[in-house]
């Protein structure tokens, strides 16, 4: 039972509650103007000493610092520094979108309106891209990522007793589709064009060619293929070897792989390994200082950025007419073509490096569908014969 008192001209309250090990505590709080604000706070821990929180978590600690704490726990320090930036942003949003909201009074409506409000975006945001009403701000795929950074957050505070239950279920994910998959992967005749146009005139002023050479035909990411190094090359199995990425972002040296599961080695063809073979002999002709061994050091000793290699690539889809793609482009061509060339999706999969085939297909769903209704075009011809 809650003691209020009025001392001074202001109120106070004393709450006692006993812990998990049986021990009593008080919690107190003094200052309040009016009765009805003390007795609200009162009310608060009272509930809380119903619904067993009341020892874990303060009653009155906002949403915004539950998260922040969290990930001080759990991902600072333990992930890397640019998905630690992700999360960082999450917790602008929620600061931005949810203010001093307490922890104990998230509800599934609050969650969702929360949810809303992102997707739709800030005044600023849709002013400076001119929405109108009915358009909404932020992808689908962002608000996937920043639900699933709650989300984590949410089953471990509901897994560790501080709150009943998950209020981030069944949640609702909005935000446009972002740009059509289809846009972001060259076809077959796009593909041997640019191609033939990186596999020649090899030299070490400009690696970027020999980046999207290697990319276009492993379906390696920008940063595993800025990491490799000579040693992870098999010139006898024909192979190369993915077990590092580079940080651009910070200090530019080696770090790990996105994932586990992006640890793989890849089989490849004679042409790439003919074309990598002649860019170790231009460094070792030109005596190039490379003591970690970098495939793609240039003549000034540095690995070119994605931002390099993009601009690459703009230049080719003015003076190749081919369509115009990022580097990330490159793995969805390499990945697309292979597709349509009949190649399981398991083994596309495993040398993507993505964790399970179920990832694959949903990156790819258009393609299967588009391959689905060809098999159903030579199905029902087939069938038609009889009569």
């Known amino acids: 039972m809650a003691s209020i008192k009025k001392r001074n001209g202001k109120w106070s309250v004393r709450v006692s509650f006993?812990?998990?090990f049986g021990k009593r505590h008080f919690k107190n709080k003094d200052g309040f103007l009016r009765k009805r604000d003390a007795e609200q706070w009162a009310n608060e821990l009272?509930?809380?000493?119903?619904?067993?929180?009341?020892?874990?978590?303060?009653?009155?600690t906002t949403f915004y610092n539950y998260y922040a704490e969290w990930l001080k726990t759990y991902k600072f320090g333990k992930v890397a520094r640019i998905t630690e930036q992700e999360y960082r942003y999450t917790l602008r949003q929620i600061k931005e979108f949810l203010g001093q909201i307490k922890m104990v009074s998230m509800t599934r409506t609050r969650y969702q309106r929360f949810l809303n409000d992102f997707t739709y975006g800030t005044e600023k945001q849709r002013q400076k891209r001119h929405l109108s009403d009915s358009e909404v701000y932020h992808s689908k795929t962002s608000v996937e990522k920043l639900h699933g950074h709650i989300h984590a957050a949410v089953i471990d505070a509901?897994?560790?007793?501080?709150?009943?239950?998950?209020?981030?279920?069944?949640?609702?994910l909005g935000g446009n589709k972002g740009k059509d998959a289809r846009l972001k992967f060259l076809d077959a005749h796009d593909m041997f064009t640019l191609a033939n146009e990186v596999n020649q005139n090899i030299r070490l002023t400009s690696t970027g060619k020999s980046m999207i050479y290697t990319g276009l035909l492993t379906g390696?990411?920008?940063?595993?293929?800025?990491?490799?190094?000579?040693?992870d090359i098999d010139w006898e199995q024909k192979t190369i070897s993915v077990n590092k990425s580079w940080d651009y972002s910070y200090g530019q040296q080696f770090k790990r792989t996105k994932t586990e599961s992006s640890i793989r080695t890849i089989s490849v063809t004679d042409d790439l390994l003919n074309h990598l073979h002649q860019l170790k002999k231009l460094q070792q002709d030109h005596q190039l200082d490379n003591p970690d061994k970098l495939v793609f050091l240039n003549n000034r000793g540095r690995i070119p950025s994605p931002g390099a290699c993009d601009a690459l690539l703009k230049k080719y889809h003015t003076t190749l007419g081919i369509k115009r793609i990022s580097f990330h482009g490159l793995r969805h061509t390499h990945a697309s073509y292979l597709l349509y060339s009949?190649?399981?999706?398991?083994?596309?999969?495993?040398?993507?490096?993505h964790k399970n085939s179920s990832i694959t297909r949903n990156v790819y769903a258009h393609l299967i569908q588009e391959d689905q209704e060809q098999e159903d075009e030579l199905t029902l011809s087939a069938l038609s014969k009889f009569k």
């Open 220 to 231: 390696m990411r920008v940063a595993e293929v800025s990491a490799l190094t000579w040693p």
């Open 342 to 353: 009949g190649v399981k999706m398991e083994y596309i999969s495993k040398r993507l490096g």
């Open 18 to 20: 006993y812990d998990e």
């Open 46 to 60: 009272e509930r809380a000493k119903f619904d067993k929180s009341l020892g874990r978590i303060d009653p009155a």
């Open 158 to 172: 509901v897994a560790d007793g501080l709150i009943k239950s998950d209020f981030c279920l069944h949640a609702e």
